[in-house]
């Protein structure tokens, strides 16, 4: 009796420890087929596709695959990312340590990056830890998505998606792009964009509000160029303001000649007057000189005569 309730007693931990495994292996599988398709497959492909729509240089798929460090980096960030995402502290950095090591593109593991995304060339770009990047944006090289250094939490800027960020480009802070915002080539971008909107210079200026959505994104050259636009109309003043004075200098000419003849008339009225002041205080001294000399001789003959 006893060994038969022994017996009954392993069969049931065996069946336990079967279905405690197979429990494992379908948690195991399931993370596995979750890391696959949703986290990793799906926005890869999506990249993948992206390119070809977006760039003419994208003959086929052996390029893409072995030539775009752009996809390079953001395989191995989603890799990061999904590590990092669960905890896991020193692999994510080493990896994306490697993608920049490889490709030029330092992508900080924690940075959350939608699908779709378009990293042309990629050399010298730079993503936060705490920034945000929608689906479908488009960057080129040199861009920087970064903080100011003097922010805590959430410090990185969080990009909309259809973004198109220029090359050179700068978004420093924690700050909100807008969908379909263009931000201009060597742009610094330091203010909240709205959904939209075009933004140019340094620091970075709303000039204008995209009427047109379907534009394609690489045409750069539709971009509002707003400097020469302020020196075209500054140049147009200029020449308007020198059309007016040639039109006044025969008038200036004219009243500087007139003021010329008042100076020298004056100064001669001025000469004449001290000449007759002093003719006249000559003649008089002249006048007293001589009543003085009588003076003295009719003195002389008085005495004479007493």
Known sequence: MQQSLDSISDVYDGLRLRQTTKTQDSAHTSMLKNFLSGVFLEP???DFRIIFERDPAARNWLEVVFCYPGLHALC???LAHWLHCRGVSFIPRLISHLGRFLT???????????QGVFIDHGMGVVIGETAIIGDYTLIYQGVTLGGTGKETGKRHPTVGKNAVIGAGAKVLGNLQIGDRVRIGAGSIVLQNVPSDRTVVGVPGRIIS?????????????????????????????????EKQLQALRPRVRSRDAINRVCTRVRSRDAINRVCTRVRSRDAINRVCTRVRSRDAINRVCTRVRS
Do not use: F, Q, Y
């Open 44 to 46: 890869l492909l999506s």
């Open 76 to 78: 191995l960030h989603r």
């Open 104 to 114: 030029g593109i330092e992508i900080h593991p924690g940075a959350e990056i939608g």
């Open 209 to 241: 509000r995209n009427e047109n959505a379907s534009l394609s994104p690489l045409e750069h050259g539709k971009l509002p160029d707003m400097e020469a636009t302020v020196i075209r109309s500054l140049l147009s003043r200029i020449e308007e303001l």
